[in-house]
């Protein structure tokens, strides 16, 4: 299976969203393989970390695509954590790449 393209959204337990422009940093900024218990890559297709602490990578964990499961976890983000982005609507792209894109340069830090 290839590498995860980027950029990466990632969503902890809560619910709150992570952008990460670079998948190769991963190590450099996620603690461990539990940090995170969702993730899609660039393309839409789900990701994973894993790894020991200060050696977690990111793994697909499909090829498919999860267009529809990667739009609702944003769309629930929005709602509940996006307090400070003006109108707490999700980009409304329909090419999903340009939706994923779309958030990453969206995204408003809590």
């Known amino acids: 299976m290839t590498e995860p393209a980027d950029p990466v959204l990632l969503f902890d337990e809560d619910g709150r969203m992570f952008v990460l422009h670079d998948p190769a940093l991963a190590s450099d900024?996620?603690?461990?393989e539990n940090e995170f218990v969702e993730g899609y890559d660039g393309r839409g297709r789900p990701v994973r970390s894993c790894g020991e602490p200060?050696?977690?990578g990111l793994t697909l964990v499909a090829k498919a695509p999860h267009d529809q499961e990667l739009r609702k976890r944003v769309e629930r983000y929005y709602s509940i954590f996006a307090v400070r982005h003006p109108t707490r609507i999700p980009p409304q792209e329909t090419d999903l790449v340009a939706f994923i894109r779309a958030v990453a340069e969206d995204w408003v830090e809590e």
């Open 29 to 32: 900024l996620i603690e461990s």
């Open 54 to 56: 200060g050696q977690v």
